[in-house]
């Protein structure tokens, strides 16, 4: 089968600026009245797993953490809060229930 294009692609767009995500890794984000800027973050494990996806690298980071919690070390970061995942659940609700159109969230 043939393959084009950038795969994965979200724009999310509010009063601070736009986030665009492209691809599996790059991210720019765009202030008022300026350009996109990339802010991606480097990828320790790109290339560095198979199968060689955001799929395989979000749980060998889940795996390196849930043995960090059972060795009784600090997990990498800071974990997310509920508050964390209610955002990004309205977030996913208001593009569900957008069908393609804007939709404000508070």
Request: aromatic share 6%; glycine share 14%; charged share 25%.
């Given at each position: 089968?043939?393959?084009?294009g950038?795969?994965?692609?979200?724009?999310?767009?509010?009063?601070?600026?736009t986030?665009?995500?492209?691809?599996?890794?790059?991210?720019?984000?765009?202030?008022?009245?300026?350009?996109?800027?990339?802010?991606?973050?480097?990828?320790?494990?790109?290339?560095?797993?198979?199968?060689?996806?955001?799929?395989?690298?979000?749980?060998?980071?889940?795996?390196?953490d849930?043995?960090?919690?059972?060795?009784?070390?600090?997990?990498?970061?800071?974990?997310?809060?509920?508050?964390?995942?209610?955002?990004?659940?309205?977030?996913?609700?208001?593009?569900?229930?957008?069908?393609?159109?804007?939709?404000?969230?508070?």
């Amino acid at each position: 089968m043939a393959y084009h294009g950038p795969g994965h692609f979200a724009q999310v767009t509010g009063s601070e600026g736009t986030l665009v995500l492209t691809g599996e890794t790059k991210l720019e984000l765009g202030k008022p009245g300026g350009p996109l800027e990339d802010v991606s973050a480097a990828d320790d494990l790109w290339e560095r797993v198979t199968p060689n996806n955001m799929w395989a690298r979000s749980f060998a980071r889940l795996m390196r953490d849930l043995v960090r919690a059972v060795q009784g070390d600090e997990s990498e970061g800071t974990p997310p809060t509920f508050r964390d995942g209610l955002v990004v659940q309205r977030l996913l609700d208001a593009v569900r229930a957008g069908g393609g159109k804007l939709t404000p969230l508070d």
